[in-house]
């Protein structure tokens, strides 16, 4: 078993009379690619920037390679890479001066840091942009450039805040190629992600997170065989079709789900519960038979409200 980087018990972080992170135990392994998944609001960002040493614990324990943070930030710091959800590059330099100037942050001496920038610069696919100016980059380029710099000092620990927001395709399958890399080196990962499928790529164990409490954790497909069937049939009818539809479900599917614009049921066999569908007289206007996702168990665990 690869010994534990990060360890909590009864982690809780309260703002006044608010409570962010309410009383969780997780533990992070050497060298996998842990997750943080949630609704906004869920006590995410709070526990990142416990693990990070930037804000302080209110009640429990926590450690960070075995040390505590409250003692040894600054140790703590020193081991860790930090990739934010904004990208707060310096647009005013160059894509290698802002590894450069990051690399002197660390203390790295220049003989250090520029072999380094080389083979970050390669890793993030921006070697032939080198010595160009930063603002004209795509977000896809900056946001790999951002990657880059969090490992400029060969961190223990990486952290991936939202790392793939507000990319395109192209740009966020590039950026998994990257991190995947990574994870195969023996990086270490903490990411927290609004992508389902990017946890299911990624990740090789995450816990879903609402209202500050951990409400279930495991390897992605763990999850999606406790809290899902293996199949989702979604159906859609034509005005008023709906309403007298759903009063011929009941039992037709392990759960059902009405939605505003289809219905979802729940199944271990599609077609059988096609066949039950045709002879209770039940004729959507269109069906869609697809394997259950991360994204099912998670609408399951923190429900579809809105939060802002």
């Keep these: 078993m690869n010994q534990s980087l990060v360890e909590a018990r009864g982690l809780t972080k309260k703002f006044d009379d608010f409570t962010a992170v309410d009383g969780i135990d997780f533990d992070i392994k050497e060298g996998e690619a842990f997750g943080f998944l949630g609704p906004n609001g869920a006590g995410k960002t709070s526990t990142m920037k416990m693990i990070t040493t930037v804000s302080p614990i209110t009640d429990g324990s926590l450690s960070v390679f075995g040390i505590n943070p409250k003692t040894d930030g600054r140790a703590i710091r020193q081991r860790i890479g930090v990739v934010p959800q904004e990208d707060n590059l310096d647009l005013e330099l160059t894509v290698a001066e802002n590894l450069y100037i990051f690399g002197r942050y660390h203390d790295m001496s220049k003989a250090e840091i520029h072999p380094r920038i080389e083979e ?108 899902a069937p293996r199949e989702v049939v979604e159906l859609r009818f034509q005005d008023g079709g709906k309403d007298e ?64």
């Design 120 to 227: 970050l610069l390669e890793f993030a696919q921006l070697t032939d942009r080198k010595d160009a100016p930063v603002e004209p980059l795509s977000g896809g380029m900056k946001r790999r450039l951002t990657i880059a710099r969090a490992l400029i000092a060969d961190p223990d620990l990486v952290i991936l805040d939202e790392p793939t927001t507000g990319l395109d395709p192209q740009a966020r399958h590039l950026l998994w190629d990257r991190l995947y890399r990574l994870k195969r080196e023996g990086a270490t990962l903490i990411i927290t992600t609004h992508y389902m499928d990017e946890a299911e790529q990624l990740c090789d164990r995450l816990v879903v997170m609402d209202q500050g409490k951990i409400v279930a954790e495991g390897s992605p497909r763990q999850l999606i065989e406790e809290y």
């Design 245 to 308: 539809a759903v009063l011929k479900l009941d039992g037709v599917a392990a759960r059902s789900e009405i939605l505003a614009d289809r219905v979802l049921l729940y199944t271990d066999d599609a077609d059988d519960t096609q066949e039950g569908l045709q002879s209770r007289g039940v004729h959507p206007d269109q069906v869609l038979v697809r394997r259950s996702t991360l994204e099912d168990v998670f609408l399951r665990l923190t429900g579809r409200r809105l939060i802002d």
